[in-house]
């Protein structure tokens, strides 16, 4: 019997699956990421799939990685998108149309629900959420809602398993990381120079190869089943 997921989540959690409860192996994945290429191995790890932070958006895939030394915690944010029927996919189309939220907002003055449909899916401002989200973790408990940059209002609400995840999350602001897993392909990613606010990107190929290497067979079966709409 196989199981097959689809799309993006499909994968990403094939990923988590596959891999278990393989210590070694997360780090390695981990590792994919060139920044923290030369991370020590942690001492332990939680993982949230598809973890829902209310008004600030859910996040595909949370990696936190603990250690000993507790300033020394790690936690990464990953938003995955794929090219479905987009041929030329492209991170600058993502950023592009991000710029042109931003000079929306500043030249209206005026709250974007509603008005551009297509912002809540964009991959920059989903990690800008994210990053929103931890740098005003502290101030959260009391529900007040909070402009984002778009001059939209969060919170967090009153959901106990997001306030669960939110507390999970807490005093590491230093130590987090915002990745998107994009489908342009490797060469493409790092030629490219706009890493704001600690974003950094990984591409489905590398995780494919990654895959091929470690032998991580329902992951690359998924990967065949979506053939052509990943990257």
Same mark, same amino acid.
């Given at each position: 019997?196989? &199981?097959?997921?689809?799309?993006? @989540?499909? /994968?990403?959690?094939? =990923?988590?699956?596959? /891999?278990? %409860?393989? !210590?070694?192996?997360?780090?390695?994945?981990?590792?994919? /990421?060139?920044?923290l290429s030369e991370i020590d191995q942690p001492d332990d790890y939680d993982i949230l799939l598809e973890q829902s932070f209310s008004q600030f958006g859910t996040s595909d895939l949370i990696v936190i990685a603990y250690y000993n030394n507790p300033k020394k915690k790690l936690i990464l944010f990953f938003e995955a998108k794929v090219k479905a029927n987009k041929k030329n996919w492209t991170l600058n189309k993502h950023f592009e149309y991000f710029n042109s939220l931003l000079d929306?907002?500043?030249?209206? %003055?005026?709250? +974007?629900?509603?008005? #551009?449909?297509?912002? #809540?899916? $964009?991959?920059?401002?989903?990690?800008? +959420?994210?990053?929103? *989200?931890?740098?005003? &973790?502290?101030?959260?408990?009391?529900?007040?809602?909070?402009?984002? =940059? *778009? $001059? =939209?209002?969060?919170?967090?609400?009153? $959901?106990?398993?997001?306030? !669960?995840?939110?507390?999970? +999350?807490?005093?590491? @602001?230093?130590?987090?990381?915002?990745?998107?897993?994009?489908?342009?392909?490797? !060469?493409?990613?790092? !030629? *490219?120079?706009?890493?704001?606010?600690?974003?950094?990107?990984?591409?489905?190929?590398?995780?494919? %190869?990654?895959?091929? #290497?470690?032998? *991580?067979?329902?992951?690359? %079966? /998924?990967?065949?089943?979506?053939?052509?709409? &990943?990257?």
């Amino acid at each position: 019997m196989k &199981i097959y997921g689809y799309s993006e @989540r499909g /994968i990403v959690n094939s =990923i988590i699956f596959n /891999i278990g %409860d393989n !210590k070694r192996l997360i780090t390695e994945f981990i590792k994919l /990421i060139p920044v923290l290429s030369e991370i020590d191995q942690p001492d332990d790890y939680d993982i949230l799939l598809e973890q829902s932070f209310s008004q600030f958006g859910t996040s595909d895939l949370i990696v936190i990685a603990y250690y000993n030394n507790p300033k020394k915690k790690l936690i990464l944010f990953f938003e995955a998108k794929v090219k479905a029927n987009k041929k030329n996919w492209t991170l600058n189309k993502h950023f592009e149309y991000f710029n042109s939220l931003l000079d929306y907002k500043e030249k209206h %003055d005026k709250i +974007l629900n509603g008005r #551009a449909p297509h912002y #809540a899916s $964009n991959l920059f401002y989903q990690l800008y +959420l994210k990053e929103f *989200l931890i740098r005003n &973790i502290e101030n959260l408990d009391n529900n007040i809602p909070i402009k984002d =940059i *778009l $001059n =939209i209002s969060r919170k967090i609400g009153n $959901n106990e398993i997001v306030k !669960k995840a939110v507390e999970m +999350l807490k005093g590491v @602001r230093p130590n987090c990381y915002y990745i998107g897993i994009v489908p342009s392909m490797e !060469k493409q990613c790092m !030629k *490219l120079n706009f890493n704001e606010q600690m974003i950094h990107f990984l591409s489905w190929n590398k995780i494919e %190869d990654f895959a091929k #290497a470690n032998v *991580l067979n329902k992951v690359l %079966d /998924i990967f065949q089943f979506n053939r052509g709409q &990943i990257y």
